[in-house]
């Protein structure tokens, strides 16, 4: 059984959950706003530098997780398709186009923002966004899109599945308590999901 699922984290698909997913030949189109748009392969993107990222995922259904997040950063990912100077917003897509949600590129472009394809050091499973997801863990979880099949630069916001549905556009973590499930769902006062702190890192 994977880490995330021995930590009991609740599983999300507002979309209905996508089934077995191909990792050998998932792809990532990148489009939009950048000079060199591409699509990549997960042969290409389990080849890039590794970035390890110890940090929270946290909902505003109020559960966090933590743990070491793998992938490779988006920072890295930006620099590839030379984003053009008038991108301002990241979009993610989702397996199925259906669920999608957008950042801003200065979050985008920080050292825990991920295309992430471990947790603790095992391959994401279907479940909880394998092959690839996004993670931001300075945001809610709603902006970390599962199993990611697109990203688009934009050059304005546009509000994504959760965001037309009434949660926040800017998704900042709100102190209050939070189901701590590494500690078997506890609840407990995690400031912030601890963004704070991974901001010293
Ligand atoms: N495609 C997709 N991505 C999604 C969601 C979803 O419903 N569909 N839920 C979001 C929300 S609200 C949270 S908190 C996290 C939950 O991740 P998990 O299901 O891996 O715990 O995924 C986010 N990404
Ligand atoms: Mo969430």
Redesign the pocket.
């Known amino acids: 059984m994977s880490r995330?699922k021995e930590l009991k984290?609740?599983?999300?698909?507002?979309?209905g959950h996508p089934g077995a997913l191909d990792r050998v030949g998932w792809k990532i189109e990148v489009k939009g706003l950048c000079n060199n748009p591409k699509t990549i392969s997960w042969n290409e993107l389990s080849g890039l530098p590794k970035t390890i990222a110890d940090a929270r995922?946290t909902?505003?259904?109020r559960?966090s997780?933590r743990g070491n997040w793998g992938g490779v950063a988006l920072a890295d990912i930006l620099e590839l398709v030379k984003t053009d100077a008038g991108a301002k917003y990241v979009r993610f897509w989702?397996?199925k186009k259906i669920?999608d949600?957008s950042i801003p590129l200065d979050i985008a472009g920080m050292k825990k923002t991920l295309l992430a394809y471990e947790f603790d050091g095992e391959l994401l499973e279907e479940?909880?966004?394998g092959p690839v997801?996004a993670f931001c863990p300075y945001l809610?979880?709603?902006?970390?899109?599962?199993?990611v099949v697109g990203i688009e630069l934009l050059d304005r916001y546009i509000s994504g599945?959760?965001e037309k549905r009434g949660y926040s556009d800017d998704a900042l973590i709100k102190a209050g308590p939070v189901r701590d499930m590494n500690e078997g769902g506890r609840l407990r006062h995690i400031p912030d999901g601890e963004v704070i702190s991974f901001l010293d890192e």
Do not use: Q
């Not at 809610?140 to 199993?147: I, N, V």
């Open positions: 995330l984290t609740p599983v999300f698909w507002a979309e995922l909902s505003v259904t559960f997780v989702s397996v669920y949600t479940d909880y966004g997801r809610w979880g709603y902006k970390s899109a599962k199993s599945y959760w």
